[in-house]
């Protein structure tokens, strides 16, 4: 394996490990479960810190969560682009808040240009269904995001959680009025 590949590797393996044990997850454990030896680990990085260093900002870089969305297949129906919306936001923001959390937030003051592409990739998944919709695209993108963030943390959702598809209904059906079988 490539220095570069194995490194990878290294990375992907710390995250769970990091939800499963925090941050004093052992260098041993991150080696196992790597498939690497000790030694291994201290040849691609300096020490642990830096092991988990690299590791969280590998998960909180949001290009992987943009490719997701990217990929959602567009010709599905409006429903189903939803629901994978939300279900891919949620994902993200769950792991998000819990690793924030675990380890603190290390990302700078980009946040407000993250936002943005999200919108754009998410009103671009939503154009084909833009006649159906009430709201500009980039602001339903937006509650999307919100409802997503909003049921990712915990404080707010306790003994109230939301399933991905009634965020979705609550999303959808708020956008384009009432679900069609319970018009009178």
Same mark, same amino acid.
């Given at each position: 394996m490539a220095p570069e590949q194995r490194r990878e590797a290294i990375l992907d393996a710390v995250i769970p490990l990091i939800f499963a044990h925090g941050p004093s997850v052992t260098s041993r454990q991150i080696a196992e479960a790597a498939g690497v030896g000790e030694g291994t680990l201290f040849r691609a990085f300096?020490?642990?810190?830096?092991?988990?260093?690299?590791?969280?900002?590998?998960?909180?870089?949001?290009?992987?969560?943009?490719?997701?969305?990217?990929?959602?297949d567009r010709s599905q129906?409006? &429903?189903?682009?939803?629901? !994978?919306?939300? @279900?891919? /936001?949620?994902?993200?923001?769950? $792991?998000?808040?819990r690793l924030a959390g675990l380890v603190g937030d290390p990302r700078d003051h980009k946040q407000i240009s993250h936002r943005r592409v999200y919108a754009e990739i998410i009103a671009e998944i939503l154009e084909a269904d833009a006649e159906r919709i009430t709201w500009p695209l980039e602001r339903v993108a937006h509650m999307a995001r919100m409802l997503a963030f909003a049921s990712a943390?915990?404080?707010?959702?306790?003994?109230? &959680?939301?399933?991905?598809? !009634?965020?979705? @209904?609550? /999303?959808?059906?708020?956008?384009? $009025?009432?679900?069609?079988?319970e018009k009178s």
């Open positions: 300096d020490d642990k810190d830096s092991i988990i260093t690299a590791a969280v900002e590998k998960y909180f870089d949001p290009e992987n969560f943009r490719e997701r969305l990217r990929h959602i129906p409006l &429903e189903s682009k939803l629901f !994978e919306i939300v @279900r891919i /936001l949620r994902e993200r923001f769950d $792991g998000v808040v943390i915990p404080a707010f959702n306790t003994c109230t &959680e939301f399933s991905d598809d !009634e965020l979705t @209904r609550m /999303l959808l059906y708020g956008v384009i $009025g009432q679900h069609p079988e």
